[in-house]
């Protein structure tokens, strides 16, 4: 995730629009992840698609609340704050 979040950072983007590129991002990954995990126990037990959307549904879901945690420590730098 950190290769991710330097990856977007390096652009020249708003902070509002790297931090919805990043949840965006996150999501698609992990919901692939589960994808795969679902395709591997769908061999053995679980075959019905309900289960696709349970395996692929709860890590996206996952993936927008760690970016929001891990956005709390680590914000994008765009220059807009003279604080």
């Given at each position: ?16 629009f ?19 995990v ?11 698609w ?5 395996f ?25 704050y003279?604080?």
């Open positions: 995730m950190k290769y991710i979040w330097n990856q977007v950072d390096s652009l020249n983007l708003s902070e509002y790297k931090l919805k590129m990043m949840v965006i991002l996150s999501a698609a990954v992990l919901a692939a992840a589960g994808l795969c679902w395709s591997l126990v769908q061999l053995w037990a679980l075959d019905h309900s289960w696709m959307i349970v692929t549904g709860y890590p996206a879901f996952l993936a927008v609340v760690l970016v929001i945690i891990y956005s709390f420590n680590h914000s994008f730098h765009d220059g807009s003279k604080g």
